[in-house]
């Protein structure tokens, strides 16, 4: 009898590992079936023929790398759309007393159940004060206001599904929760999209109203077109209390950022001066850090830019002479990637230890295109090894140039103005141009001149306004500025102390940087839509003659009139005040809104039960604008940290690992993977947006590329799923809709597994409580040791706010234990006749609990089936399972049986290498009988509790023990399993070895061209070498097999010239 190596024939044990590192290959069917009916041949043929093609490429490394469930390839094809259909009114109840559709299906399970949700009020803090479970803690959050401007996104929807899945879990836990949804008003993006809006319509501009005028129209637009996000929100399942909805611009909020803004000035921490500021000339208007998107370029580059007709290039390096005062002979060389603020110059700038300069130290250098004198000055912060060490100093239009004027008493010459153009002080040979027209012009003045002496590629760092496009300016501006180093250096100790937690803990390092280098608040901006300023010029100190402005603040115009008349010592009503026309920094409104939206500054109950927040959750890119700017001001303002722990996930990036961008065509509506959509839908959004011609054909072609057939429809279960199984806290979040997709199909095994759960349960059946549950087999016992296993790692990673750890254990439980091995095994068991009570009740406590368990995940896919579960008489249960006990581990830690499962496991590894033999001589319906033979009494007691499971997973007829000594009949292939294990199978009669040994030598010729093509390559060097060794031993072993299962077929063809016909 011809032995096979156990190694070639045992797989990973799919069922045990707690890794997405899963096949697929493996899978048992759960396809639900009427009770007793045959599956169809043809199906079952193709079934099988399938799993042949998968461990075949198992086994010969084919598949070289595990993969999870989400990144499986599998292939989409359309699926039949089913509709709920039965008249339901808006807020009523779903229909459930029909029976489940065939399959699952994304819009018939999503209809109905949000409305209803909102309307009972399951995602109020005061229903859930009365649910029996109780806890009496509270649980808060507020959701990251999204700008009110457009649509969520993916990255959006990374968030709201790693919040909504934390604040269900807590709600279900009996925590008192309150989810406050809001929205921001986003006044650079808002303004600049009802200005365009006006101008298509009306060809008008926002100058040719007045600013009341223009807000009416920003307040008309807000109110038609502002609802999509809440529309998103609610496709995505948030479970938000829209009883407590704020806009950053209501009533509430414009009263808190009022009193924010007069009791930072009156602490001495808002403060109005002319400093620098980051300057969009497209907005006319200041823009905040975020707003400045630093674009690297390698070298010379051409960009389009708005008002400029033609392409502009940047990434080059000018040098200018600058001739010493004197000496015709002499010069100074100084490089620049900006020659359009040369007439903005008023000093060159070398090293005081500079060798090369230090005989010009004190002379003056003529202006290379006024011929006015300039000082060259000494300073430490020059570089004498960058370029020719000499640097021109523009002081009003140079972040670092302003701080070295200031040393040198420098006074600056603003030469580019607010709508980029250039400004008098530059000579009315430039004045009015467009300062990259202005560029040109200068150059050819320098040429004239003489005093050009060349241009070279330079890469460079170039600002951009990632609001219009247009490149950042740097201008001197009389702004009002927030005093960010005394809150700052608060925040900072906050999280050194552990007052304030940052999870991952890697993020503290650049919070602990930033608030040590941080600067103070540039919080104006020149637009109307907004919060306006409170802040009120006195009007009769310029009258007089008063060189500098007197500012006074106040809550309205009347308290400022009082301020004012004490600071002049005259009559209120005499004075003439002017309110400052710009509008707060939308930040400003945004650090406010954890305690805003809770009725600050009022002491309101909401303000007095749930803040501080119990947690803020948002995307790492916002730790330091939005995240650090609430704790300084929120700590000011109130007191108190407005949160104690901050978590924050990675960025969403497609499957490439590239940013979403619009201009790549990657950015994805969630509807669109919710719902599904066709790539001509994506193409015509594309074309609706605001790409430039040579962006929106890069754009589509790259859609066309990823989407050759759109979107299929996923159904909000899988996409929050997927989102949350990933381990967002890490690195980067690549997603693609493939992934997705797979976690549909893990939405149809459980809609089947419930589908054969509530057939084999019956209309009569009438169920137990958990804790009297009495397993019947060592099988019933072991998946309720599984279940209570789930249970706690669910638990545990819902406390340590692992999401992937969550998703990881319920995929493992519901596809690998239930799926797979329980509803298989169970099947002949609920045959028998008198039906066993035990297995029914079991079926029902993993469907009732294995669905709480996943319902903060798949909240509709969750309460569908739940509803259908029955109930037990005289016990009422919760209304809906999102406010149903979320199951605890210490409640059902009986079930636990560690050993049983170490067992268990050791059955699971037979069946594996019997499927696998099963595989290698192509016994599709043929059930063989096995034979297991132990020389461990142990051993052999554990496989003799097991036989009827053994023989049901393995698809074999019958499993029986053979004593130890005792010869297996002949015909029968051989494996040894272990040192004490012999595992045999019946061949004899149902291999037909003619039809098979041609078979297996194509295989084996198709591995040995494969074998001979690796042995052929060069030795490569570190990992790759590696795996070239690893895909050798693996073609070896597979060879090897191949030759022992030929000389087994041809002894069989020997021993018996004519088999039996299968």
């Known amino acids: 009898m011809p032995h096979l190596s156990l190694a070639s024939f045992r797989p990973p044990l799919w069922g045990l590992r707690p890794s997405w590192g899963l096949s697929r290959s493996h899978a048992l069917s759960t396809q639900p079936e009427p009770h007793g009916s045959p599956i169809s041949r043809r199906n079952h043929e193709a079934k099988q023929k399938r799993l042949r093609e998968?461990?075949?490429?198992?086994?010969?490394?084919?598949?070289?790398?595990?993969?999870?469930?989400?990144?499986?390839?599998?292939?989409?094809?359309?699926?039949?759309?089913?509709?709920?259909?039965?008249?339901?009114?808006?807020?009523?109840?779903?229909?459930?007393?029909?029976?489940?559709?065939?399959?699952?299906?994304?819009?018939?399970?999503?209809?109905?159940?949000?409305?209803?949700?909102?309307?009972?009020?399951?995602?109020?803090?005061?229903?859930?004060?009365?649910?029996?479970?109780?806890?009496?803690?509270?649980?808060?959050?507020?959701?990251?206001?999204?700008?009110?401007?457009?649509?969520?996104?993916?990255?959006?929807?990374?968030?709201?599904?790693?919040?909504?899945v934390l604040v269900r879990w807590h709600r279900m836990r009996g925590d008192q929760v309150l989810w406050v949804p809001g929205s921001d008003h986003a006044g650079i993006a808002t303004q600049a999209v009802v200005e365009k809006q006006l101008w298509k319509e009306q060809g008008m501009r926002r100058y040719d109203l007045s600013r009341e005028d223009f807000l009416r129209e920003v307040w008309k637009w807000k109110e038609e077109k502002g609802g999509e996000i809440c529309e998103q929100l609610r496709a995505l399942g948030a479970s938000l209390d829209w009883d407590r909805e704020c806009f950053t611009m209501d009533a509430g909020s414009s009263v808190a950022v009022t009193e924010a803004f007069v009791r930072l000035y009156e602490a001495g921490l808002l403060y109005r001066n002319?400093?620098?500021?980051?300057?969009?000339?497209?907005?006319?208007?200041?823009?905040?850090?975020?707003?400045?998107?630093?674009?690297?370029?390698?070298?010379?580059?051409?960009?389009?830019?708005?008002?400029?007709?033609?392409?502009v290039s940047f990434?080059?390096?000018?040098?200018?002479?600058?001739?010493?005062?004197?000496?015709?002979?002499?010069?100074?060389v100084v490089g620049t990637t900006r020659p359009e603020t040369l007439p903005g110059d008023v000093a060159v700038a070398v090293h005081p230890d500079d060798s090369r300069y230090i005989h010009l130290h004190g002379r003056r250098l003529r202006h290379?295109?006024?011929?006015?004198?300039?000082?060259?000055?000494?300073?430490?912060?020059?570089?004498?090894?960058?370029?020719?060490?000499?640097?021109?100093?523009?002081?009003?239009?140079?972040?670092?140039?302003?701080?070295?004027?200031?040393?040198?008493?420098?006074?600056?010459?603003?030469?580019?103005?607010?709508?980029?153009?250039?400004?008098?002080?530059?000579?009315?040979?430039?004045?009015?141009?467009?300062?990259?027209v202005a560029r040109e012009k200068i150059l050819c003045a320098l040429r004239e001149k003489g005093l050009f002496r060349g241009l070279q590629s330079h890469p460079m760092v170039l600002p951009l306004c990632s609001r219009s496009g247009d490149v950042v300016e740097y201008l001197l501006k009389s702004q009002w500025f927030v005093r960010c180093r005394e809150m700052g250096d608060r925040a900072a100790k906050a999280v050194e102390s552990g007052a304030l937690e940052l999870s991952p803990s890697f993020h503290q390092k650049n919070w602990q940087h930033w608030?040590?280098?941080?600067?103070?608040?540039?919080?104006?901006?020149?637009?109307?839509?907004?919060?306006?300023?409170?802040?009120?010029?006195?009007?009769?100190?310029?009258?007089?003659?008063?060189?500098?402005?007197?500012?006074?603040?106040?809550?309205?115009?009347?308290?400022?009139?009082?301020?004012?008349?004490?600071?002049?010592?005259?009559?209120?009503?005499?004075?003439?005040?002017?309110?400052?026309?710009?509008?707060?920094?939308?930040?400003?409104?945004?650090?406010?809104?954890?305690?805003?939206?809770?009725?600050?500054?009022?002491?309101?109950p909401d303000l007095a039960r749930f803040y501080p927040l119990s947690l803020l959750e948002t995307g790492s890119d916002l730790l330091l604008f939005w995240v650090g700017r609430m704790v300084m001001l929120g700590t000011q303002l109130t007191g108190q940290l407005p949160f104690t722990k901050v978590l924050l996930h990675s960025m969403v990036r497609d499957r490439q690992g590239r940013k979403m961008s619009k201009s790549l065509g990657n950015v994805l509506d969630p509807r669109d993977i919710i719902r599904g959509v066709e790539?001509?839908?994506?193409?015509?959004?594309?074309?609706?947006?605001?790409?430039?011609?040579?962006?929106?054909?890069?754009?589509?072609?790259?859609?066309?590329?990823?989407?050759?057939?759109?979107?299929?429809?996923?159904?909000?279960?899988?996409?929050?799923?997927?989102?949350?199984?990933?381990?967002?806290?890490?690195?980067?979040?690549?997603?693609?809709?493939?992934?997705?997709l797979s976690s549909r199909h893990f939405c149809n095994k459980i809609w089947n597994a419930l589908r054969f759960i509530l057939g084999a349960l019956g209309e009569k059946f009438i169920p137990q409580p958990a804790e009297e549950l009495s397993p019947s087999s060592p099988v019933d016992s072991w998946i309720l040791s599984r279940l209570a296993l789930t249970m706690l790692e669910c638990e545990q990673a819902f406390l340590a706010r692992e999401l992937s750890l969550v998703t990881h254990a319920l995929y493992r439980f519901w596809l690998h234990n239930l799926c797979d091995v329980y509803l298989e095994a169970v099947k002949p068991v609920?045959?028998?006749?008198?039906?066993?009570?035990?297995?029914?009740?079991?079926?029902?406590?993993?469907?009732?609990?294995?669905?709480?368990?996943?319902?903060?995940?798949?909240?509709?896919?969750?309460?569908?089936?739940?509803?259908?579960?029955?109930?037990?008489?005289?016990?009422?249960?919760?209304?809906?399972?999102?406010?149903?006990?979320?199951?605890?581990?210490?409640s059902l830690e009986h079930w636990r049986q560690p050993e049983l499962e170490r067992r268990f496991s050791h059955v699971q590894e037979v069946v594996q290498v019997l499927r696998a033999v099963r595989a290698m001589y192509q016994l599709t319906r043929a059930r063989p009988q096995v034979l297991l033979q132990s020389s461990e009494p142990e051993e052999q007691r554990l496989f003799e509790a097991f036989l009827e499971p053994?023989?049901?997973?393995?698809?074999?007829?019958?499993?029986?023990?053979?004593?130890?000594?005792?010869?297996?009949?002949?015909?029968?292939?051989?494996?040894?399993?272990?040192?004490?294990?012999?595992v045999y199978m019946e061949l004899q009669g149902l291999v037909d070895p003619q039809t098979h040994l041609p078979l297996l030598a194509a295989r084996r010729h198709k591995l040995q061209k494969q074998l001979d093509g690796l042995i052929a390559q060069n030795p490569a060097e570190g990992e790759a070498e590696t795996q070239r060794q690893q895909r050798l031993s693996v073609l070896q072993m597979e060879l090897s097999k191949l030759d022992k299962a030929a000389s087994h077929l041809q002894e069989l063809m020997d021993e018996s010239p004519s088999p039996r016909q299968l």
């Open 515 to 604: 608030f040590s280098h941080i600067g103070d608040w540039c919080v104006s901006r020149q637009l109307w839509w907004g919060h306006q300023i409170p802040a009120y010029l006195v009007k009769e100190d310029h009258a007089k003659g008063n060189k500098e402005d007197r500012w006074v603040v106040g809550r309205s115009e009347t308290e400022a009139r009082e301020v004012a008349a004490e600071l002049t010592g005259r009559p209120g009503s005499e004075l003439t005040l002017e309110r400052d026309p710009d509008v707060l920094d939308t930040w400003f409104s945004s650090a406010l809104f954890p305690f805003s939206a809770l009725g600050w500054p009022h002491k309101t």
């Open 368 to 436: 290379p295109l006024t011929g006015q004198l300039l000082p060259l000055i000494t300073d430490p912060a020059v570089q004498p090894h960058v370029g020719t060490g000499a640097v021109k100093v523009t002081p009003a239009h140079s972040p670092a140039d302003v701080e070295m004027g200031a040393r040198h008493g420098l006074s600056p010459l603003s030469v580019i103005a607010e709508d980029g153009t250039m400004t008098s002080l530059c000579g009315d040979w430039l004045q009015g141009l467009h300062r990259f």
């Open 830 to 890: 609920l045959s028998h006749s008198p039906r066993p009570p035990g297995p029914p009740q079991i079926l029902f406590s993993c469907a009732d609990i294995g669905l709480r368990l996943l319902a903060p995940l798949m909240p509709f896919l969750a309460e569908e089936l739940w509803q259908r579960l029955p109930s037990r008489p005289g016990c009422p249960r919760a209304p809906s399972i999102s406010v149903a006990p979320y199951p605890t581990a210490r």
């Open 315 to 332: 990434g080059f390096l000018i040098s200018v002479a600058f001739p010493v005062d004197g000496d015709p002979e002499a010069e100074v």
């Open 54 to 164: 998968k461990q075949a490429a198992l086994e010969a490394g084919i598949i070289r790398k595990s993969k999870s469930p989400a990144e499986s390839s599998k292939a989409w094809t359309p699926k039949e759309r089913i509709l709920y259909e039965i008249p339901t009114e808006r807020g009523e109840r779903k229909d459930v007393s029909g029976s489940l559709p065939p399959a699952y299906s994304p819009q018939y399970v999503e209809a109905a159940w949000y409305p209803w949700w909102v309307r009972e009020g399951f995602f109020k803090p005061e229903y859930q004060a009365r649910l029996p479970q109780a806890t009496g803690e509270t649980f808060s959050m507020c959701i990251p206001p999204p700008n009110v401007t457009g649509s969520l996104h993916i990255g959006h929807a990374l968030t709201v599904a790693i919040q909504d």
């Open 950 to 982: 053994l023989g049901t997973l393995s698809r074999c007829r019958a499993v029986g023990l053979l004593p130890p000594g005792v010869a297996a009949p002949s015909g029968w292939a051989q494996v040894p399993f272990s040192d004490t294990l012999q």
């Open 679 to 740: 790539l001509q839908v994506l193409q015509e959004k594309l074309r609706d947006g605001n790409l430039d011609p040579a962006e929106l054909a890069v754009a589509a072609a790259a859609q066309r590329k990823d989407f050759p057939h759109g979107i299929p429809e996923c159904g909000t279960d899988a996409l929050r799923f997927t989102l949350c199984s990933h381990g967002a806290q890490g690195g980067n979040l690549n997603l693609s809709v493939s992934e997705v």
């Open 274 to 311: 002319r400093q620098l500021v980051n300057w969009s000339c497209s907005l006319r208007s200041a823009i905040s850090d975020i707003e400045v998107e630093n674009r690297p370029l390698p070298g010379r580059t051409e960009l389009r830019l708005p008002g400029c007709p033609t392409p």
